[in-house]
T-cell receptor, first 112, second 116 residues
Framework: QQQVKQSPQSLIVQKGGISIINCAYENTAFDYFPWYQQFPGKGPALLIAIRPDVSEKKEGRFTISFNKSAKQFSLHIMDSQPGDSATYFCAARSGGSYIPTFGRGTSLIVHP | ETGVTQSPTHLIKTRGQQVTLRCSSQSGHNTVSWYQQALGQGPQFIFQYYREEENGRGNFPPRFSGLQFPNYSSELNVNALELDDSALYLC???????????????FGPGTRLTVL
């Protein structure tokens, strides 16, 4: 049973465009929602994270939008750059386990 | 401040063999978590060690075992390797556990295990 569903599986965007990746979760006990960026041959690196007490968090070109009632959250990458080409994972963690559950990942390609 | 390191980078084993993977946590971190990342999938939690004791375990069989040492480095051992064990094995370090944990886990580059 996959507790965090991520879409799309792959995404191709032109340089300067907006990349949008969506995630949905089932467990209402989740209270921390991080996004990770993974380049080939590297481990995932924390990109940005949000808690359910806010609906949006922005850090530079990266924004998380959070909809608690719909149990959905999304990552928006504004002005996408070729250097953003990587695999992105959403995750969710509950205050009880403190172990994140990851989505299956989205492979983003930004064409120059 | 040194990051999380893992060794070896790549490893090829045959079915039925045993393997040991190693991880050195980031300076100041006392918690190590291991993940299995199959090709095209997100990381799956294997187990976590805090102060040399297992602090949580995912849905993996007992042939996956681990150790944490006094310097907080860690090993992942897998016995009786199966073809499906082929994956990238990631180690992540953090500080504290449960309500004392920090939010951020720092991942190492992983060990790519291929089982033939």
């Amino acid at each position: 049973q996959q507790q965090v569903k991520q879409s799309p599986q792959s995404l191709i965007v032109q340089k300067g465009g907006i990349s949008i990746i969506n995630c949905a979760y089932e467990n209402t006990a989740f209270d921390y929602f991080p996004w990770y960026q993974q380049f080939p041959g590297k481990g995932p690196a924390l990109l940005i994270a949000i808690r359910p007490d806010v609906s949006e968090k922005k850090e530079g070109r990266f924004t998380i939008s959070f909809n608690k009632s719909a149990k959905q959250f999304s990552l928006h990458i504004m002005d996408s750059q070729p250097g953003d080409s990587a695999t992105y994972f959403c995750a969710a963690r509950s205050g009880g386990s403190y172990i994140p559950t990851f989505g299956r990942g989205t492979s983003l390609i930004v064409h120059p | 401040e040194t990051g999380v390191t893992q060794s070896p980078t790549h490893l090829i084993k045959t079915r039925g063999q045993q393997v040991t993977l190693r991880c050195s946590s980031q300076s100041g971190h006392n918690t190590v978590s291991w993940y299995q990342q199959a090709l095209g999938q997100g990381p799956q939690f294997i187990f976590q060690y805090y102060r040399e004791e297992e602090n949580g375990r995912g849905n993996f069989p007992p042939r996956f075992s681990g150790l944490q040492f006094p310097n907080y480095s860690s090993e992942l051992n897998v016995n009786a390797l199966e073809l499906d064990d082929s994956a990238l094995y990631l180690c992540a370090s953090s500080k504290g556990v449960g309500s004392l944990s920090t939010d951020t886990q720092y991942f190492g580059p992983g060990t790519r295990l291929t089982v033939l």
